[in-house]
């Protein structure tokens, strides 16, 4: 069950309309997801400086169970978020930092249990 959260200092009209859903499915099939566990998060217009600067720029937190948990997968995932993210949002890769978090079925909560227990 994979998090993607998507924050940027663009303005909401700059990003392209269905943005959420196009990387719930572009995440889907980069970590190997059914597109259907994705869970996808767009926050635009955020006051943020990104290295120093204020420029438009943005930042990807990919968090998952299992598929972003050595440095080889994330090599592979980052690559192909950066072609994404740069292609739709119109930045270059040095305005984007990407962040992966490898969580536990106990830390995610759903169905009123947690993961573990599904």
Not at 74 to 79: D, E, G, L, T, V
Request: aromatic letters at 6%; charged letters at 20%; glycine letters at 6%.
């Amino acid at each position: 069950m994979p998090f993607l959260e998507l924050e940027t200092n663009l303005p909401a009209e700059r990003l392209p309309p269905g943005l959420a859903l196009e990387l719930c499915a572009a995440a889907a099939d980069i970590l190997g997801k059914p597109v259907e566990r994705m869970n996808v998060t767009v926050r635009s217009g955020l006051p943020m400086a990104l290295l120093g600067s204020a420029e438009p720029c943005a930042q990807l937190l990919v968090s998952s169970i299992g598929v972003v948990d050595s440095a080889e997968q994330n090599r592979r995932h980052s690559a192909r978020f950066f072609d994404v993210l740069t292609a739709k949002l119109g930045l270059s890769a040095e305005r984007i930092l990407i962040r992966f978090y490898l969580l536990e079925p106990w830390q995610i909560g759903k169905d009123r249990t947690v993961v573990t227990f599904l």
